[in-house]
């Protein structure tokens, strides 16, 4: 027992001298491509400043977020009456390709490809493009700059030229519609510390839907026109332990967008009106043991000026919410879903990680024209359970394959295969 005390106050009065030493100088280690001067600016511990152990683990558990860095973690290094901080970095591979395949609405193959930077001239930039051919082609081009005016402040622009063959779900019977929207983006991006962020931008938005195959509902529209402005803001609180494949802690994210409608069509019903949309997503991760990690997310969503309209903004899909469902299989003017997996690693050698998941996804819609108790009368409730499995690489950035199965419970309820790049949430 004595020994222990004796080692405790060592180890105390230890911690104790190093909180009261200046740091003499900060280095990174284990650098390829991340520039060294942009870390330097973006963590709070600084050159020539009284050390202080919360504000390095912050500092690590930041940089362990960037895109670029894979792991990270400090030493101390004593020099006379200061000490040498070393931030110890694992970076990750950035250039990523991306594939992927799936079953359009028609029936017919669709497939994505991709590519993007993460990491571009070693200040975490993004630069990526995409095509699609989903029944029609869809391109787009992103371009980020997180913290391209200071450590707090950035930038990103993005254009989408979209077009998709898309279900309405009239009265009458599904519809189907061609759908294309060509959006011009550009956004302010805000870090207002550890643990707060923000986007603040607005999106040019020309859309058009235009009426598809045969027998032709009366007194629908055959075509529709819009432009639009839509002013979008996101909030972020983020406090997650992240350790390659495992987090652990919570993240809320709210978007708020006015659909400002400019000019168009918008008969009698007005399908094409202005309104206001509202989503949060909060997200639960525990860490279970060595190998498990419990994951959860809970999306609230709705929107105030289009209750009508057979247009609505939230689709039920299996890429977004609902594994299983299928592609597309319904709209709503609101939704509540609830995604909760299991996640366990079955095997992991070096950089490579084999993970099985279970899962359950449960949601309900207001579908166009139905009051908010919809939300929870079950009449439009879906319920999928089901697995999966990822096969991880540890030190590419967000390089997750999966593959799960959804089994749907209750009437007219399917199955169906779900792939994908990146966790699911």
Do not use: C
């Amino acid at each position: 027992m004595k020994k222990i005390l004796v080692l405790l106050f060592f180890i105390t009065a230890s911690a104790a001298q190093s909180q009261e030493m200046a740091i003499s100088e900060i280095e990174f280690e284990g650098l390829k491509r991340t520039k060294p001067a942009f870390l330097k600016r973006l963590i709070k511990t600084k050159e020539k400043t009284t050390y202080d152990s919360i504000l390095v683990l912050g500092d690590v558990e930041r940089l362990k977020r960037l895109p670029g860095i894979a792991n990270a973690k400090f030493i101390q290094k004593k020099e006379g009456d200061s000490l040498k901080l070393v931030y110890e970095i694992e970076e990750n591979f950035t250039l990523i390709p991306g594939v992927r395949i799936a079953t359009a609405n028609d029936g017919s193959f669709a497939y994505r490809i991709s590519a993007f930077e993460f990491n571009l001239f070693g200040n975490n930039q993004l630069l990526g493009a995409f095509y699609e051919k989903n029944v029609f082609n869809s391109y787009g081009a992103f371009w980020e700059h997180p913290f391209l005016f200071s450590d707090k402040l950035g930038v990103g622009l993005n254009y989408q030229d979209v077009t998709t063959q898309e279900p309405v779900f009239f009265d009458e019977g599904v519809k189907n519609y061609r759908f294309n929207a060509r959006n011009l983006e550009a956004k302010l991006l805000f870090s207002f510390d550890f643990n707060n962020e923000a986007e603040l931008g607005a999106i040019l938005v020309k859309e058009k839907y235009q009426f598809e195959g045969e027998n032709f509902i009366e007194g629908r529209p055959t075509e529709l026109n819009a432009d639009k402005l839509i002013y979008r803001a996101a909030y972020r609180y983020v406090n997650l332990d992240i350790a390659y494949q495992y987090f652990d802690g919570v993240q809320s994210e709210f978007i708020g967008q006015y659909v400002n409608f400019l000019s168009g069509d918008s008969p009698g019903e007005s399908f094409l009106n202005s309104f206001l949309s509202l989503r949060n997503d909060f997200l639960y991760y525990k860490k279970i043991g060595t190998n498990g990690n419990w994951a959860n997310r809970f999306r609230v969503a709705a929107t105030i000026g289009n209750e009508d309209s057979p247009f609505a903004p939230f689709t039920l899909d299996n890429q977004l919410n609902i594994r299983g469902v299928g592609n597309t299989v319904d709209r709503g003017t609101a939704s509540l879903v609830l995604n909760s997996e299991y996640r366990h690693t079955l095997y992991e050698k070096g950089w490579f990680v084999v993970q099985g998941n279970a899962f359950v996804d449960v949601g309900s819609w207001r579908k166009p024209g139905e009051d908010f108790s919809q939300l929870f009368d079950g009449s439009a409730t879906r319920l999928y359970p089901g697995v999966g499995i990822r096969f991880i690489h540890k030190r590419i950035f967000n390089a997750v394959f999966r593959l799960d199965y959804g089994f749907g419970i209750g009437n007219e309820a399917t199955n169906g295969i779900v792939f994908g790049i990146g966790q699911y949430f």
